[in-house]
């Protein structure tokens, strides 16, 4: 059976960086195993999700927010905006179930402005996937400007990354198998 892959990129326009880097990174996984994948970024979520309740949530919305509990694994991205996520990105992931994610094999990335900001990965991203008790995968990928030109990754370095979270991403997935079903059962 093939293994259910939301990616999910929090870019508000498209072309989009972060939503090249999290493609490329699904197309590595699906080169590895065969998968059922979802692509969703924010521009699928439509306008209006400027809501407190899920319930209030716009249909293309919430369609997301099931994806992304119901995926064997996520592939997620954000673009930094002032040093962190972009608030719009963390505002869908905000009405995921906090029990949904549980064991979930997770590979995160964002794409900035330049190097700067590199470690948004580790120290944004990573603590909101441990809110959910997911299992991030060790190796994240961020690219600035000069690493993704033309809707293509430009960099080996980066690309080399991506080939190593799709990997751990696999591995994650292989061992995850019949325990997180359970895992995620019990703590609802
Ligand atoms: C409001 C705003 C804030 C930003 N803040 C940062 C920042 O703090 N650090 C950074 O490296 N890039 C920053 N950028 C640049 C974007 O992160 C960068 O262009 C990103 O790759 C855009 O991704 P996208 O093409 O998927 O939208 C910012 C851009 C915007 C629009």
Same mark, same amino acid.
């Given at each position: 059976?093939?293994?259910?892959?939301?990616?999910?990129?929090?870019?508000?326009?498209?072309?989009?960086?972060?939503?090249?880097?999290?493609?490329?990174?699904?197309?590595?996984?699906?080169?590895?195993?065969?998968?059922?994948?979802?692509?969703?970024?924010?521009?699928?979520?439509?306008?209006?999700?400027?809501?407190?309740?899920?319930?209030?949530?716009?249909?293309?919305?919430?369609?997301?927010?099931?994806?992304?509990?119901?995926?064997?694994?996520?592939?997620?991205?954000?673009?930094?905006?002032?040093?962190?996520?972009?608030?719009?990105?963390?505002?869908?992931?905000?009405?995921?179930?906090?029990?949904?994610?549980?064991?979930?094999?997770?590979?995160?990335?964002?794409?900035?402005?330049?190097?700067?900001?590199?470690?948004?990965?580790?120290?944004?991203?990573?603590?909101?996937?441990?809110?959910?008790? *997911? +299992?991030? #995968?060790?190796?994240? !990928?961020?690219?600035? $400007? =000069?690493?993704?030109?033309?809707?293509?990754?430009?960099? @080996?370095?980066?690309?080399?990354?991506? *080939? +190593?979270? #799709?990997?751990?991403? !696999?591995?994650?997935? $292989? =061992?995850?198998?019949?325990?997180?079903?359970?895992?995620? @059962?019990?703590?609802?």
């Amino acid at each position: 059976m093939p293994t259910r892959i939301v990616a999910f990129s929090g870019n508000t326009h498209r072309p989009s960086r972060t939503r090249t880097l999290v493609e490329a990174v699904a197309a590595e996984v699906a080169r590895l195993r065969p998968v059922e994948l979802k692509l969703f970024d924010l521009v699928d979520a439509g306008t209006g999700i400027a809501v407190a309740s899920r319930s209030a949530l716009p249909l293309p919305a919430a369609r997301i927010v099931e994806a992304i509990e119901g995926a064997d694994a996520l592939i997620v991205g954000s673009p930094v905006y002032k040093g962190s996520y972009a608030g719009l990105f963390k505002h869908l992931i905000d009405f995921v179930g906090p029990d949904t994610l549980v064991g979930k094999p997770v590979v995160l990335t964002a794409t900035g402005g330049g190097p700067r900001h590199a470690l948004v990965v580790e120290h944004a991203l990573r603590p909101l996937f441990g809110f959910f008790s *997911a +299992q991030t #995968a060790p190796t994240s !990928v961020y690219a600035g $400007d =000069a690493e993704i030109a033309d809707g293509k990754i430009a960099d @080996a370095v980066v690309q080399a990354r991506v *080939a +190593q979270a #799709a990997a751990e991403l !696999v591995r994650l997935i $292989d =061992a995850a198998a019949p325990g997180e079903a359970l895992l995620r @059962a019990a703590a609802r």
